[in-house]
């Protein structure tokens, strides 16, 4: 099992250009999610996703969004990238969100000049 | 809203030692508490995942214990390595509405184990 794969790993934006972080989880699960980690702060939700087909929003979703067509990818789409925007993302998934761990990806930096 | 808070934000320590990192909690009402390490520029790994039911939960040198009621989770690590140097991060879960079982995350304890 691969577990949680991310792409890229390091990009660079312009302010108001647009990009898709990809997400794919090999383990089946249900479950997907994405983070942002700020320098010196905790990680915030920004999406999570149930199901193929059925995602929500976290605490920081402005300026995001995703969708969950089948259970392998979540991807995280920035449209109009702002400065606010430079963070690193990690996706994470997990078969049951109440027992069970969740799983991390590698993460991807991202830095909107 | 939950908060959690890791003490201390860092620590340095000679191999060898045992140590305790704690983290607390403002919201008792959680499901369960998941510990990570996190290496720097990689993202995080499970150390330990404990239920609300449960007291403690090892996992080969670490240990992890919950007292619910009063908002608090120690990691202890015996006879530490320097490659335990990584910053370590507590999250505990709950159902923050819907099927949202919210992991918040503290800041971290940046541990160093010297050589």
């Known amino acids: 099992n691969a577990g949680v794969t991310q792409t890229p790993k390091f990009r660079i934006l312009k302010i108001g250009q647009s990009m898709t972080l990809q997400c794919t989880q090999d383990?089946?699960?249900?479950?997907m999610y994405w983070y942002r980690q700020d320098p010196g702060m905790g990680l915030k939700l920004i999406y999570y996703?149930?199901?193929?087909?059925?995602?929500d929003k976290g605490e920081v979703p402005n300026g995001y969004n995703v969708s969950r067509s089948t259970t392998e990818d979540f991807p995280l789409r920035l449209e109009l990238a702002a400065p606010s925007q430079t963070s690193v993302y990690f996706c994470?998934?997990?078969?049951?969100?109440?027992?069970?761990?969740?799983?991390f990806g590698p993460g991807t930096r991202l830095t909107v000049t | 809203k939950q908060e959690v808070t890791q003490i201390p934000a860092a620590l340095s320590v000679p191999e060898g030692e045992n140590l305790v990192l704690n983290c607390s909690f403002t919201?008792?009402?959680?499901?369960?508490l998941q510990w990570f390490r996190q290496d720097p520029g990689k993202g995080l790994t499970s150390l330990l995942l404990?239920?609300?039911?449960?007291r403690e939960q090892t996992s080969g040198r670490l240990n992890a214990s919950l007292d619910k009621s009063s908002g608090r989770s120690t990691l202890y690590i015996a006879a530490s390595q320097p490659g335990d140097s990584a910053t370590y991060l507590c999250?505990?879960?709950?159902?923050?509405?819907?099927?949202?079982?919210?992991?918040?995350f503290g800041k971290g304890t940046l541990l160093t184990v010297n050589p």
């Open positions: 994470a998934s997990s078969y049951n969100p109440v027992s069970y761990e969740q799983y």
């Open positions: 996703s149930v199901g193929a087909g059925i995602t």
């Open positions: 919201d008792s009402a959680i499901y369960n």
């Open positions: 383990m089946n699960h249900n479950y």
């Open positions: 999250a505990p879960r709950r159902n923050s509405g819907g099927s949202n079982y919210k992991l918040t």
């Open positions: 404990i239920q609300s039911s449960q």
